[in-house]
C-alpha cells in the first residue's frame, strides 16, 4: 500500500494535517506517517493536544529546530533526506508556508517523489515576508496544489500551472476549527480566560506577533498606543507571544490597566476566548481566516494579505498599521457598524476528505 509523508513543524500546522489525518483513517486505503520536523519546540504539544486534536502523537520527531532560517533549513533537508531515503514515500505532504514546508518540499522533488501542497497559491506580494518566499519556491516545484480560495487559483495559472494539478477543495483550517467548535460546544470547560469572559460581556482580543510590527520600537509604540485607545471603551485580552511581550518592555510600551496580558493560549482555550469577542485585532494569517469562519469581526494590522477573500467575502478589516485606521475601524464594529460577512464556498469542513480522495485516484487507489 502507498504510503504518505504528513510534515508539520510548529504547532499550527499540526491544526492542519489533523484534519487529514482524520480523512485518511476514514478512507483506510492510504497507509501514512506523521513527520514533526522540530522546527518549533512548544510546551503545550503533549499528549492532550494531539487527543484534543483526534489524532495520534508523530511517529517520527526529527528535532531539527532552532538557529537561523538558513541553518534551521539546513537541518530539516539533511533530517528529513535520511529519512526519504530509508522510508522511501510515495508522496509527500506539506502545509502553510514555513520553513519546514519549504525544506521538505526541496528534499522529496530531488528525491523525485510527488508534492502535495495544501494552502497553495496564497500570495502577499511582500518579499519581506520569509513566508512569501517559502510560499513561492514551495509551490514552485510542487507537483498538487490544493487550494483555499479563488485568489490562489489565479496567482498558480499566472505562475504557469496547469489546470489539471490546481485543486480549490476549501481549507483544512476551517476544518480543524469547525470540529473543535463542536468538541467545545459539546464539552465545555473551564479555562484560564474564562474568569476574564465573566468579568467583561464585551471584550476584544490581541494578537501581534509579526516581526515588522513587533520588532520595531517606533511601530510597536505606534500599535500600542491604538491599542490603548481602544481600550478605553473595550476592554482587550492579549495572549502575548514571548517575543511581542520581550519587545514590549525592552521599548517601555505600557499598555495601560484596561489590555490584559497573558501567556500564549492552548488551541481549545483560546477558540473559547476570541469566538466570543466583539472583535478581534490581529496579524495572524491563521486567524484571519478562522474569525471569517466564525463570523466574528476581525481588524487585521498589516498592509497586505495573502488571504483576500476573508476581506472581500469574510468578516475581515485590513486596517494597515496606522493608529488612527485602527482605531476608527475597530470603533465602527464596536458601534455594530461591521461587515456582515459570510463564508467562503467549500469552507464546510470537508477539505481534508476532497484531498484525500484526490490522492487516492492520483496514487492509484480505489475511493
Known amino acids: 500500500m502507498p504510503i504518505l509523508y504528513l510534515v508539520a513543524g510548529a504547532r499550527p500546522n499540526f491544526m492542519k494535517i489533523a484534519p487529514i489525518v482524520r480523512a485518511l483513517q476514514a478512507h483506510g486505503g492510504l497507509e501514512y506517517k ?9 510546551r503545550e504539544m503533549n499528549d492532550v493536544f494531539f487527543e484534543e486534536l483526534g489524532i495520534p502523537a508523530p511517529d517520527v520527531f ?19 533526506e535520511e529519512l526519504c531515503e530509508a522510508g ?33 497559491g496564497l500570495r502577499s506580494g511582500d518579499l519581506s515576508m520569509p513566508e512569501e518566499i517559502n510560499r513561492l519556491v514551495t509551490d514552485s516545484i510542487s507537483d498538487w496544489f490544493f ?11 499566472r505562475e504557469g500551472k496547469p489546470d489539471s494539478a ?13 470540529y473543535q467548535a463542536a468538541k467545545l460546544a459539546q464539552t465545555g470547560g473551564e479555562f484560564e480566560t474564562s474568569g476574564f469572559k465573566r468579568r467583561h460581556a464585551r471584550y476584544g482580543v490581541v494578537t501581534l506577533h509579526r516581526p515588522s510590527n513587533v520588532d520595531n520600537p517606533d511601530m510597536m509604540a505606534r500599535i500600542g498606543g491604538a491599542l490603548t485607545d481602544i481600550a478605553a471603551d473595550l476592554p482587550l485580552i492579549f495572549p502575548v507571544h514571548p517575543r511581542t511581550r520581550a519587545n514590549l518592555a525592552r521599548f ?10 497573558l501567556g500564549p493560549q492552548a488551541y481549545m482555550a483560546f477558540l473559547d476566548l476570541w469566538k466570543d469577542a466583539v472583535v478581534v485585532l490581529t496579524d ?14 476581525c481588524v487585521t494590522i498589516r498592509e497586505n494579505t495573502e488571504r483576500p477573500i476573508t476581506v472581500e467575502e469574510g468578516t475581515n478589516v ?6 488612527a485606521r485602527i482605531v476608527a475601524e475597530t470603533r465602527r464594529i464596536m458601534r455594530g457598524e461591521g461587515k456582515a460577512g459570510r463564508r467562503p464556498s467549500l469552507w464546510d469542513g470537508r477539505a481534508a476528505e476532497r484531498i484525500v480522495d484526490i490522492l487516492a485516484k492520483e496514487l492509484e487507489l480505489p475511493s
Do not use: W
Open 34 to 42: 506523521i513527520i514533526h520536523t522540530g522546527q518549533h519546540y512548544d
Open 62 to 80: 526529527m528535532g531539527a529546530g532552532g538557529g537561523s532560517h538558513a541553518r534551521q533549513t539546513a537541518k530539516i533537508m539533511t533530517a528529513f
Open 88 to 120: 522511501k514515500p510515495d508522496a509527500v505532504l506539506v502545509v502553510g508556508d514555513v520553513n519546514s514546508t519549504l525544506a521538505c518540499s526541496i528534499v522529496a522533488k530531488k528525491l523525485h517523489i510527488p508534492v502535495a501542497h495544501v494552502e497553495a
Open 147 to 157: 487550494v483555499t480560495e479563488p485568489s490562489g487559483v489565479a496567482h498558480l495559472r
Open 166 to 178: 490546481i485543486r480549490h477543495v476549501g481549507h483544512v483550517m476551517v476544518d480543524n476549527l469547525l
Open 252 to 261: 517601555g510600551v505600557d499598555l495601560g490597566p484596561n489590555v490584559e496580558l
Open 284 to 297: 495572524s494569517g491563521g486567524l484571519q481566516e478562522e474569525t471569517t469562519a466564525l463570523g466574528v469581526p
Open 318 to 323: 485590513l486596517a494597515g498599521t496606522d493608529p
